[in-house]
């Protein structure tokens, strides 16, 4: 297997020398900011290289062939680029999708023996039906609370969560919250439906109507707890099914054949441009390669991993490098585990305090609106020069915050390294977060260079600031 080899790659790979500080432009100028904007919003190389990782590697579940392809292929562009590259091993959970098929066989105004297909997908960590499918009544819950006062009807049953995502919400700037509101019933709904007894969960999608598309994503069982069948199931199949229960009984059969494999070999990415004057200290500025298999993640996060490695390439094309180095790392497994952000954050335990700031960038591929920060408020009020250079991309949003930016940067913003994220239109990411529709037609070039231009203006001010920012975010 070529991940074997890697391993006598792991250390830096074509390192470079000292910079020469000399000819490395190393001030924290207007001027300098104003230059890496303006290459970053005249650039397509971010563009370009997304079309190559998604339309030619393709979807890149933990554990697949495809990551594997896309964590070599990445690493090659960046050591082109002439960035100091590691490849950091991780273990990586391998679960694969197999079979998912469901359809109501009895319910109100049935016609004679007609059957209904429906729409649905298997969730990361999902556990199997027998071979040929089983069939259980369906039992509707609204919320945890009805849950719990249903409990005696659980046991057999086929739950399914109905919460709807809120696309007012969304649709106001608060997207986020529309997401988390109804996420928790995928994330912990089929455990706590499991504990009752549930022979199967189904989780109404965790997006906005329209398409009839089911929404994937992982779901977490408690410890020791055997994993039961759970899907996601398209909203407007959510619905039916919430009609029909009010007029009777309502039944389903579910085949899903998912399987857990051991745990595979994977790799975070990472790529330093070295600083003058303090190289040990770092800025991080990343995104996660890994994506669901459903699509080819342009979206989530081909957007946010290939627009931070932009970053190094728009300083490698005005030759400049910062006081302080600018790492790039693209995570592994973010979707189903988050294994590359605790093994970095684990193997850097020592080095945290050579952490300037952490910047990552997971929220789709709208327009760059400005800078989410978890920062004090005194460290915000000292963004001000980068909101001002960004002004003439409109990226002039400051949103601070006490909570992490970032599932994969938690664990560095949890030991008191300042977290960032870029502040971007999400209104309607979650129109397709997850689906068979998340592919590089979605990908907005105009978009994705002004992802790149605030990310590298931003990592360039902060790897030049002498001031050390203040992180607003505690230990857990």
Not at 229 to 250: F, K, N
Not at 254 to 260: N, Q
Not at 317 to 322: D, M
Not at 363 to 381: C, Q, T
Request: charged share 20%; net charge negative.
């Amino acid at each position: 297997m070529v991940f074997g080899s890697l391993l006598l790659l792991a250390g830096p790979a074509n390192a470079q020398g000292p910079i020469d500080a000399s000819r490395a432009t190393a001030t924290v100028t207007a001027g300098s900011l104003e230059r890496i904007r303006d290459t970053a919003m005249q650039s397509d190389w971010a563009y370009r290289t997304l079309q190559t990782l998604t339309d030619q590697i393709g979807p890149r579940l933990s554990g697949s062939p495809q990551l594997e392809a896309a964590i070599l292929r990445l690493a090659a562009v960046m050591r082109e680029l002439g960035a100091t590259v590691t490849l950091q091993p991780v273990k990586v959970p391998h679960w694969e999708r197999g079979l998912e098929q469901a359809s109501l066989v009895s319910y109100p105004g049935q016609v004679g023996k007609l059957e209904q297909k429906l729409h649905l997908t298997a969730l990361g960590g999902s556990g199997s039906t027998p071979p040929g499918g089983a069939e259980a009544p369906v039992l509707v819950i609204r919320d945890f609370t009805e849950l719990e006062q249903r409990a005696g009807a659980v046991r057999g049953a086929i739950v399914l969560f109905t919460k709807a995502f809120d696309q007012n919400l969304a649709d106001n700037g608060l997207a986020g919250q529309a997401y988390e509101q109804a996420g928790q019933y995928r994330f912990s709904g089929p455990a706590a439906a499991a504990a009752l007894g549930a022979s199967a969960v189904l989780v109404r999608s965790v997006g906005p109507a329209g398409t009839r598309l089911p929404h994937t994503g992982a779901t977490t069982w408690k410890e020791g707890q055997s994993a039961i069948p759970a899907a996601a199931l398209a909203s407007e199949d959510a619905d039916l099914i919430e009609r029909l229960a009010q007029a009777g009984p309502v039944r389903l059969h579910l085949l899903l054949t998912p399987r857990t494999l051991p745990d595979a070999d994977s790799f975070n990415v990472i790529a330093d441009w070295p600083g003058t004057t303090h190289p040990e200290q770092v800025v991080v500025v990343s995104g996660h390669l890994d994506s669901w298999d459903l699509a080819t993640g342009a979206l989530d996060d081909g957007v946010g991993v290939i627009g931070a490695a932009g970053v190094l390439q728009v300083l490698q094309q005005l030759g400049l490098h910062a006081q302080r180095t600018i790492r790039f790392i693209a995570w592994t497994n973010e979707e189903n585990g988050t294994r590359g952000a605790k093994a970095y954050a684990e193997a850097q335990r020592d080095h945290f305090a050579d952490h300037i700031a952490a910047i990552e960038s997971d929220e789709g591929g709208g327009r760059a609106l400005g800078i989410r920060a978890a920062v004090s408020p005194a460290s915000a009020a000292a963004l001000k020069p980068v909101l001002q250079v960004l002004a003439p991309i409109g990226a002039t949003g400051l949103e601070r915050r006490d909570s992490p930016t970032g599932a994969d940067i938690t664990p560095l913003q949890r030991a008191g390294v300042p977290g960032f994220a870029p502040l971007v239109d999400a209104r309607h990411y979650f129109d397709l977060h997850h689906t068979a529709a998340d592919t590089f037609d979605k990908v907005d070039a105009l978009s994705l260079r002004s992802h790149v231009a605030t990310l590298a203006v931003l990592a360039w001010w902060l790897a030049e600031h002498s001031d050390r920012l203040q992180s607003s975010v505690g230990a857990p």
